[in-house]
């Protein structure tokens, strides 16, 4: 396709999705309101009214939904594409995934037989009492959560990943024997550190930085102040571009949530504080087999966490009104997954009584709840909580459970941090390698959680800044390289994958820009 039908049939996708929109209704009914106002004139009708939308700030509202929408809808393609094609490219890539689904679904499914727990039931009028009067302190609960066992965890899926084989390549056409040091062994681009220095120059050691305590050219109180400045005059304009594009510097700690909604453009209208109530009270009503895989994965991680323990009420509420969210399903049209179908009790079989399950087409795996956990000391509102967190997860995080070959992928980024280490600290991969500590089966865990849980806070968000701000999760694969060489003198000592893991056990006290910037900046090419 020439750029112009490109550029046509990305402007007709937005315009049809706009048009079903609450934004569009509004923009209609203020559009027909100021008919009414003496400065619009029947000659002029056209600008006036446009001119009208704009100095109303709905015309900004517009912008932010558009910018929204490419960020979310399928990149363009040939109108006659095949859907399966628009949502993953590679064949072997889209049978893997078809695969690992039907493993996870059998799992559930297995689990739900063995316990003799249905899929999902109406609670009892009783049970549904209880239920509402205690919705804000389900953290006191302790139900018996022994039988339940999390469907599948991220090295289950580490192994998927390493099997994956992409049966056109002919691997002794391979260059260097390197490309086989690592677990990884599907042909994908990935950026280098040349090219990744170009796509992230505004991480540059001569740049000035939110996240490092010290800077070679400007005071840091100097810089900072200065920064916050910018930072409210891009929320006073309300424009997601800008807030993104501020974000690559880093978010001040009082901005950073009004930041992050504009760029995500959560904007916590009623319309939105009235689904949120409706997907309670659709948690209130029925009791599904999934809720007690949250109930367990919460206590497995973030009621174990220090930073994050008190936000336990916060997780159970966010987590289980996603689970029944359908507007998730939405981002399958892009994401190379399936939503998971199970069929009505006795109907197995019959496709007219499927139903997708959970309803959000998700399944949850352990430590999935650390998605959510970094946003609670962000919003305090759940409505708002959950708004953002659902926007980041069709976003970037549902990305690191499945299989594709995108940029973001997990595949993707697990191949980039490889070819990183091979590259940049061959002695060390190769070191690793030895002794059976391949340096991705103790990364894995990090990045399939995009660091939650195994950073300090404050350092998490100020990676989460860059992934909103560049609109990727490679910064993720980044720095866990970065990590890999900040320890690698005490890694090279090691003897044995336990000692390896034992050096990397601790990552609260480190500093993620600095750590970034040398790695990307500093590293001989």
């Not at 020439?2 to 509004?26: M, N, Y």
């Not at 691997?171 to 994908?188: F, K, Y």
Request: aromatic share 10%; charged share 20%.
């Amino acid at each position: 396709m020439d750029d112009g039908t490109e550029l046509s049939l990305t402007i007709a996708q937005i315009v049809q999705r706009l048009k079903g929109s609450h934004l569009h209704s509004q923009i209609e009914r203020q559009a027909k309101e100021c008919l009414h106002q003496p400065e619009i004139k029947l000659e002029s009708l056209k600008e006036d009214v446009r001119s009208f939308l704009k100095t109303s700030g709905w015309e900004r509202k517009l912008q932010n939904a558009v910018y929204r929408e490419l960020h979310v809808q399928l990149p363009p393609s040939h109108p006659a594409a095949p859907p399966e094609h628009l949502k993953e490219p590679l064949v072997y890539m889209r049978k893997a995934q078809a695969s690992w689904e039907k493993r996870v679904l059998k799992s559930l499914n297995s689990m739900s037989t063995e316990l003799e727990v249905p899929l999902a039931r109406m609670r009892p009028a009783t049970e549904q009492r209880e239920l509402a009067s205690k919705w804000n302190e389900m953290g006191t609960d302790e139900p018996d959560l022994s039988r339940f066992r999390p469907v599948y965890a991220p090295k289950d899926f580490l192994e998927v990943l390493i099997s994956l084989r992409n049966p056109n390549h002919d691997r002794s056409e391979d260059i260097s024997a390197r490309s086989h040091w690592g677990l990884i062994q599907v042909p994908l681009n990935v950026r280098d550190i040349p090219q990744l220095r170009q796509a992230y120059s505004e991480l540059s050691l001569t740049t000035g930085q939110l996240g490092i305590d010290d800077h070679a050219h400007i005071h840091p109180d100097l810089f900072e102040n200065d920064y916050v400045q910018i930072g409210k005059k891009v929320l006073e304009e309300q424009d997601s571009a800008a807030a993104q594009q501020y974000s690559r510097q880093g978010c001040p700690t009082g901005l950073r949530a009004d930041l992050w909604a504009l760029i995500l453009n959560c904007t916590n209208q009623p319309q939105d504080v009235m689904h949120y109530e409706q997907l309670m009270a659709g948690v209130i009503q029925h009791d599904l087999l999934v809720d007690n895989l949250i109930y367990k994965d919460v206590k497995l991680t973030a009621s174990n966490d220090d930073y994050y323990f008190v936000f336990e009420d916060f997780l159970y509420q966010v987590l289980l009104c996603f689970s029944r969210d359908t507007a998730v399903l939405d981002h399958f049209k892009y994401n190379s997954a399936t939503p998971p179908k199970s069929y009505i009790q006795g109907k197995t079989g019959d496709e007219e009584c499927a139903v997708v399950y959970p309803p959000n087409g998700v399944i949850l795996f352990h430590g999935f709840s650390m998605y959510v956990a970094p946003l609670c000391f962000l919003y305090n509102e759940p409505s708002k909580l959950y708004s953002v967190f659902r926007e980041m997860y069709i976003r970037y995080f549902f990305r690191l459970h499945s299989i594709s070959s995108s940029p973001s992928g997990i595949v993707s980024l697990c191949l980039q941090f490889e070819r990183l280490l091979q590259t940049h600290l061959p002695q060390l991969f190769y070191h690793l390698r030895q002794i059976g500590a391949q340096p991705l089966r103790i990364a894995f865990k990090w990045m399939v959680r995009a660091f939650s849980g195994y950073l300090s806070t404050d350092q998490l968000l100020l990676l989460w800044d860059r992934i909103l701000g560049y609109d990727s999760l490679e910064v993720v694969a980044v720095l866990a390289a970065s990590v890999f060489a900040f320890r690698a003198e005490n890694l090279m000592e090691v003897t044995s994958l336990a000692s390896a893991e034992a050096v990397l056990a601790d990552l609260s006290t480190l500093k993620v820009m600095p750590l970034i910037q040398i790695f990307l900046f500093a590293t001989a090419i």
